[in-house]
Nanobody, 127 residues
Framework: QVQLVESGGGLVQAGGSLRLSCAVS????????MGWFRQAPGKEREFVAA????????YYIDSVKGRFTISRDNAKNTLYLQMNSLKPEDTAVYYC????????????????????WGQGTKVTVSS
């Protein structure tokens, strides 16, 4: 089993920044590609960003490119999402998730592919 615990959410004004963290325990962190997803009220969960096991490749949804940065510290078993220039439409519960197997961008963007999920952290961006 793998346990994922997100933190760092909160209330921020539009244009502000937040840094989300996801602490991973239970299995070898480097055995998993990692992703961030979000779910806004009344909407389906959507892919935000993903990163390979070694952190050598990343992938983002178009709406966050240039504003969000996904990274990982394998020595600390921690995944991050730096969010800058936040917009009200970024308001959602953000989830980190872990997936094993081969890297593929289509797989990385599909929530059904992921093996483990955190409980989520809420981000609210006010206008």
């Amino acid at each position: 089993q793998v346990q994922l615990v997100e933190s760092g959410g909160g209330l921020v004004q539009a244009g502000g920044s937040l840094r989300l963290s996801c602490a991973v325990s239970g299995r070898t962190f480097t055995g998993y590609h990692m992703g961030w997803f979000r779910q806004a009220p009344g909407k389906e969960r959507e892919f935000v960003a993903a990163i390979t096991r070694a952190g050598s490749m990343t992938y983002y949804i178009d709406s966050v490119k240039g504003r969000f940065t996904i990274s990982r510290d394998n020595a600390k078993n921690t995944l991050y999402l730096q969010m800058n220039s936040l917009k009200p439409e970024d308001t959602a519960v953000y989830y980190c998730a872990a997936v094993s197997g081969t890297w593929d961008r289509l797989r990385a963007a599909s929530s059904r592919e992921y093996d483990y999920w955190g409980q989520g952290t809420k981000v609210t961006v006010s206008s």
